[in-house]
Nanobody, 122 residues
Framework: QVQLTESGGGLVQAGGSLRLSCVAA????????VGWFRQAPGKEREFVAAIKTTGRATYVPASLNGRFTISRDKNIVYLQMNNLQPEDTAIYYC?????????????????WGLGTQVTVSS
């Protein structure tokens, strides 16, 4: 079983930045795609970013492009979030997929972390 742990969340003022980290216990990311999703209270889970096993292919929705960046350094996947806004407030989840085609669909991901809270104050 793969255990994912997210960290780096917290409270930040609007315009600030946070960097989230995702690590997998007992596994490397070499054979997986890694995605970040978020879920705000009363809303559906939303795709935020994904990175493929080679670390060279990354995906970020157009609505977040320019503010959110995903990257990988060995066995840690990062989500850099800049110019955060109150609407970015949510629980952020890291997920792993063995599917080569997994990008934005949550159903394509096999393992999920427990999430880290990000709160942006205005």
């Amino acid at each position: 079983q793969v255990q994912l742990t997210e960290s780096g969340g917290g409270l930040v003022q609007a315009g600030g930045s946070l960097r989230l980290s995702c690590v997998a216990a007992g596994r490397t990311f070499d054979s997986y795609g890694v995605g970040w999703f978020r879920q705000a209270p009363g809303k559906e889970r939303e795709f935020v970013a994904a990175i493929k096993t080679t670390g060279r292919a990354t995906y970020v929705p157009a609505s977040l492009n320019g503010r959110f960046t995903i990257s990988r350094d060995k066995n840690i996947v990062y989500l850099q979030m800049n110019n955060l806004q109150p609407e970015d407030t949510a629980i952020y989840y890291c997920a792993l997929s063995a599917s080569l085609t997994a990008v934005a669909r949550a159903d394509d991901y096999d393992y999920w972390g427990l999430g880290t809270q990000v709160t942006v104050s205005s």
